[in-house]
């Protein structure tokens, strides 16, 4: 795997308590950075599986610490505007500065469309929308103050640039990214903001036996449709490892894509090409 130089930069991650999230604190970490790891560190409603715990998210913190690096571990739900400025005033106290927002987290649920209860697209679309607007907004303002450029990488998905039947509000959020994304990186640009996103299908993470286990079958029908020409996805082997989905972070972060901003960077297994 490339490395890339981190040293004397600081990112703020979300959804780190494992997953995902876990993984890319622990790439910056190992690539020089100081981490300062948020998760709202417990269950959802609506959400059938079990999402990231506290003591999960201090052993995201204790890896970062592994790599000889800084952790800030921090309870923060993205939904929460108060809690998201206050997680972000906190790294600031605690850093001085963020250089890299790696806006990761996220949250799926399964049902039809005229199925689908409000509160389920509620919780979704405020997750995986709302929350990655607020944390935009914040680091982002944080970024325009400053005025010497910064790193914004968000998780969209194949399916937001697909449909995929099961998922529609999953679906809507994760396009809602994308047109984020694009629309960031141009406000953003003249204070030397790159603002990108990564479109994975399905990732090996907690999530994935988390939903067949609540859904069984539906589940794997929904997965099962992000699956590409690669076809990696079966219940034995569930998905692409965390760590592929993280270097695509490292390189969007890094100074290698100076000048790109305002990408979806698929991480699919071919999927959108079909």
């Known amino acids: 795997m490339p490395t ?35 998760d709202v ?4 409603d609506t959400v059938p599986y079990d999402m ?32 998201v400025e206050a997680a972000v005033e906190e790294a600031l106290d605690e850093f001085g500065r963020i250089d890299i927002l790696a806006n990761n987290a996220g949250i799926v649920t399964v049902s039809d469309a005229t199925e689908l209860d409000e509160a389920m697209w509620d919780e979704v ?14 680091v982002g303002r944080h970024f325009v103050d400053r005025g010497d450029g910064g790193k914004i990488v968000t998780t969209t998905s194949q399916a937001g640039m697909t449909g995929n039947p099961g998922i529609v509000h999953y679906v809507a959020s994760k396009w809602g990214v994308v047109g984020m994304t694009k629309t960031l990186a141009l406000e953003l640009a003249e204070y030397d903001v790159n603002v990108n996103a990564v479109a994975p299908s399905v990732v090996n993470t907690p999530m994935v ?24 996805f079966t219940p034995e082997d569930p998905g692409i490892d965390a760590s592929y989905i993280s270097e695509a972070y490292m390189w969007l972060s890094s100074d290698a894509a100076r000048y790109v901003t305002g990408i979806v960077l698929p991480v699919d297994t071919g999927h959108t090409a079909k």
């Open 209 to 232: 036996p988390g939903m067949i286990e609540a859904y069984g079958e539906e589940a794997l029908s929904a997965i099962g449709e992000v699956a590409g020409p690669m076809n990696i």
């Open 4 to 38: 890339y130089d981190f040293n004397d930069k600081v990112a703020f991650v979300t959804g780190a308590a494992h997953g995902q999230g876990r993984s890319h604190a622990q790439h910056y970490a190992r690539n020089g950075a100081d981490v300062v790891v948020t």
């Open 52 to 83: 990231g715990t506290s003591e999960e998210l201090e052993e995201t913190a204790s890896l970062v610490e592994d790599e000889g690096q800084q952790a800030l571990p921090i309870q923060m739900d993205v939904r929460d505007e108060s809690a």
């Open 41 to 44: 560190s417990e269950n959802i």
């Open 125 to 138: 679309v405020d997750t995986n929308l709302k929350g990655v607007w607020l944390t935009a907004k914040h």
